[in-house]
């Protein structure tokens, strides 16, 4: 096995460290051992698996992991509502999703088919004909169907020339295929976290357009629910905007994650692939005392 140094105590020092992807188990394309195997190709020594409220293809990427020297942390990608907006909320788990987050994974798998039904019945409205079954097909597996397998479906039917189209003119934010009353309240999946021995993190939150102190109050709002930390880094950003973010984290003692948000192979970003982080005071997420089995040396 491959060994490790402990990552280190600031985030611009980091590589080789991915705590946002997907996999099979929820709208990747890649199966659980794959994404580990493309992982340790590209390199990375500490990875998390989030797939969208779901823990399923846990067990299968930590085993692949533990095989190939790769430190694994579970983890998932709840979907949350806040002020009319679908927010995402990362729960890192130093152990086995357990307690009122195991309930909590329960109901979002329940909410995410009521939610495929709904979507379907909108998108059926702008053309594209049995929608639940076509987004089925795009999914490719029985598991709770995602936008982005309507954006597929909407693709392959010849509505739109793109996914990015799809999202633009049916599935992102304010459209019709944009259903957020499934989805429980922000407080109400940072407690499921916590409750789990976990610690939440604000996903990607430049992504969701809001002003400056619009975030500020997300920000204020997830950290009066126990939110600990929040994604400096998603992907590809600004680094003007990246430097703003690092100054909110810092103003409420926010810990710092970063990820690809890595969903399948070809696309704009891989595992490991991001911006570079800028200098800042914000603590690294690995360096949360509840993480701390996961920041050690590989043994």
Not at 26 to 55: E, I, K, N, Q, Y
Not at 259 to 267: A, E, L, Q, T, Y
């Amino acid at each position: 096995m491959i060994l490790h140094s402990e990552l280190p105590a600031s985030l611009a020092e980091c590589q080789g460290v991915d705590l946002h992807m997907h996999s099979t188990a929820s709208d990747g394309a890649l199966s659980p051992v794959d994404l580990v195997a493309l992982c340790h190709r590209r390199g990375l020594t500490h990875m998390a698996l989030t797939d969208h409220d779901t823990v399923a293809g846990v067990a299968a990427a930590a085993s692949a992991a533990e095989a190939l020297g790769i430190r694994l942390l579970p983890a998932t990608e709840l979907s949350s509502q806040w002020q009319g907006l679908n927010i995402h909320v990362v729960g890192l788990l130093p152990g086995e999703a357990q307690g009122a987050l195991s309930t909590g994974l329960e109901s979002q798998a329940q909410a995410r088919e009521a939610r495929a039904e709904e979507i379907a019945a909108r998108l059926e409205k702008v053309g594209l004909s049995n929608a639940l079954a076509r987004a089925r097909e795009q999914a490719g597996e029985q598991r709770p169907l995602g936008r982005p397998d309507f954006a597929r479906a909407l693709v392959d039917a010849g509505l739109v020339p793109d996914i990015a189209t799809a999202f633009k003119k049916h599935l992102g934010s304010g459209k019709p295929g944009d259903v957020k009353a499934h989805w429980p309240y922000l407080s109400e999946v940072v407690e499921w976290i916590v409750d789990s021995g976990g610690v939440a993190v604000l996903a990607h939150p430049l992504r969701y357009g809001l002003t400056r102190r619009k975030r500020g109050l997300l920000l204020d709002a997830f950290r009066e629910a126990g939110g600990e930390a929040a994604e400096l880094i998603s992907g590809f950003q600004n680094a003007d905007a990246t430097r703003d973010l690092a100054r909110q984290l810092d103003e409420r003692g926010l810990y710092g994650s970063l990820g690809s948000d890595f969903h399948f192979p070809g696309g704009p970003v891989a595992p490991g692939a991001m911006s570079p982080v800028p200098r800042t005071a914000v603590a690294p997420v690995w360096t949360h005392p509840r993480l701390s089995t996961f920041a050690a040396r590989l043994n």
